[in-house]
């Protein structure tokens, strides 16, 4: 009988305890196509990012055509996402530019990515091109 009565102490003092966890952070898929309107050297163009995300890293191509479908200059951009921060660099190399095909050089920033658009500083890192390009603000759309 003592046996009974311990048990059931025992079991009755048992509690059970759930414990809450934070909620992990969603980050923001960038794969697929984003857009925007640049102008470089007073002519407006359509800048394009088709882009692939693998984990955290980013990566894909970059178009900028003007209206009629002219190719002002190609290239390839890397980053990596954390969060909504996409910290990025667009590689132009040889040929990339048709207009000077010996022109090569980087741009890049930090692009603060949201669900449909992604926004942020667009500088240029180094280029050997007589092109201005255009540092500033760009915000991207996605398609």
């Given at each position: 009988?003592?046996?009974f009565i311990?048990?059931?102490?025992v079991?009755?003092?048992?509690?059970?305890?759930?414990?809450q966890l934070a909620p992990?952070p969603?980050?923001?898929?960038?794969s697929g196509?984003?857009?925007?309107?640049?102008?470089?050297?007073g002519?407006?163009?359509?800048?394009?990012w088709?882009?692939?995300q693998s984990?955290?890293?980013?990566?894909?191509?970059v178009?900028?055509t003007?209206p009629?479908?002219?190719?002002?200059l190609?290239?390839?951009l890397?980053?990596?996402?954390?969060g909504s921060?996409?910290p990025?660099?667009?590689?132009?190399?040889p040929?990339?530019?048709?207009?000077q095909?010996?022109?090569?050089g980087q741009f890049?920033g930090?692009m603060t990515v949201a669900?449909?658009s992604?926004?942020g500083?667009?500088?240029l890192?180094?280029?050997n091109?007589?092109?201005a390009?255009?540092s500033?603000?760009?915000t991207?759309?996605?398609?």
């Amino acid at each position: 009988m003592a046996l009974f009565i311990v048990c059931t102490t025992v079991a009755c003092s048992v509690e059970s305890s759930t414990t809450q966890l934070a909620p992990t952070p969603t980050q923001v898929d960038v794969s697929g196509r984003w857009s925007a309107n640049i102008t470089v050297q007073g002519v407006t163009g359509r800048m394009v990012w088709t882009l692939t995300q693998s984990s955290g890293g980013v990566s894909g191509p970059v178009l900028v055509t003007l209206p009629n479908g002219v190719v002002l200059l190609n290239g390839a951009l890397n980053g990596a996402l954390n969060g909504s921060s996409l910290p990025y660099t667009v590689s132009v190399g040889p040929g990339a530019v048709p207009a000077q095909p010996t022109c090569t050089g980087q741009f890049g920033g930090t692009m603060t990515v949201a669900s449909t658009s992604m926004s942020g500083p667009m500088a240029l890192i180094s280029s050997n091109c007589s092109i201005a390009f255009p540092s500033n603000a760009v915000t991207l759309t996605k398609q």
